[in-house]
Every structure is written in C-alpha cells, then in structure tokens.
C-alpha cells in the first residue's frame, strides 16, 4: 500500500548566512521506504530569490511559521522564476499525527 503524499502552500523564510528571504512555497514530502527518510521537495518563489545566485547554498535552511529551521538544497530555476527546493529528515510543515494499530497475535 502507498503512503499518501503530504502537501503544505504558504509563506516561509529561507536563511542563508546572514540573509533571511520571506518566500512562498509549494512542497510535497513522502516517507521513502528504500532509505528509510522523509524526503520533501517542491518550489520556492518571491521578489528576492536572485540574492542567492553567487551565495555559498550549502548552509540553507526552510521555516515555517514557527517551526524548525530545516536544512534545504536548492535546485534549478524554471523558466518561470521558481526555484527547485529539497530535504531529507523532518519537514518544514507540520504534518498531521498518524495512529497505527498492531495487532496482536
């Protein structure tokens, strides 16, 4: 049975070095069972995200509201100015508990 993928839109920061970037996101996750992880990805867009061409990327964060500050990777910009976003391990959006019954024998 496949897991159901996991969505968030909404406004996040994403913070590189110094520079903190109020930006709209578009993400989707799944838990990959090959690696045993939670992989989310999607999109970014806002007014500033040519700021981070030139910047060092590999200290990246996403947050959400008041969550956790998440390490991300970005990607490759589209022909419509977004940018590719991705992590491994929890996510920047919350995600809905799930309650699990195991039977027994």
Same mark, same amino acid.
């Given at each position: 049975?496949?897991?159901?993928?996991? $969505?968030?839109?909404?406004?996040?920061?994403?913070?590189?070095?110094?520079?903190?970037?109020?930006?709209?996101? @578009?993400?989707?996750? @799944?838990?990959? =069972?090959?690696?045993? #992880?939670? @992989?989310?990805?999607? #999109?970014?867009?806002? =007014?500033?995200?040519? $700021?981070?061409? +030139? #910047?060092?990327?590999?200290?990246?964060?996403?947050?959400? $509201?008041? +969550?956790?500050?998440?390490?991300?990777?970005?990607?490759?910009? &589209?022909?419509?100015? @977004?940018? #590719?976003?991705?992590?491994?391990?929890?996510?920047?959006?919350?995600? &809905?508990?799930?309650?699990?019954?195991?039977?027994? =024998?």
């Amino acid at each position: 049975m496949l897991e159901p993928d996991v $969505a968030y839109a909404g406004a996040a920061v994403l913070t590189t070095g110094s520079a903190a970037l109020d930006t709209v996101v @578009h993400l989707n996750g @799944h838990f990959e =069972p090959l690696d045993g #992880r939670f @992989h989310w990805y999607g #999109r970014i867009d806002g =007014p500033d995200l040519g $700021a981070l061409t +030139g #910047r060092d990327r590999a200290s990246l964060t996403l947050t959400i $509201a008041d +969550g956790d500050a998440c390490p991300a990777t970005l990607g490759e910009q &589209d022909p419509w100015g @977004h940018l #590719r976003i991705s992590g491994i391990g929890a996510p920047p959006f919350p995600l &809905d508990e799930v309650e699990v019954d195991v039977p027994v =024998p």
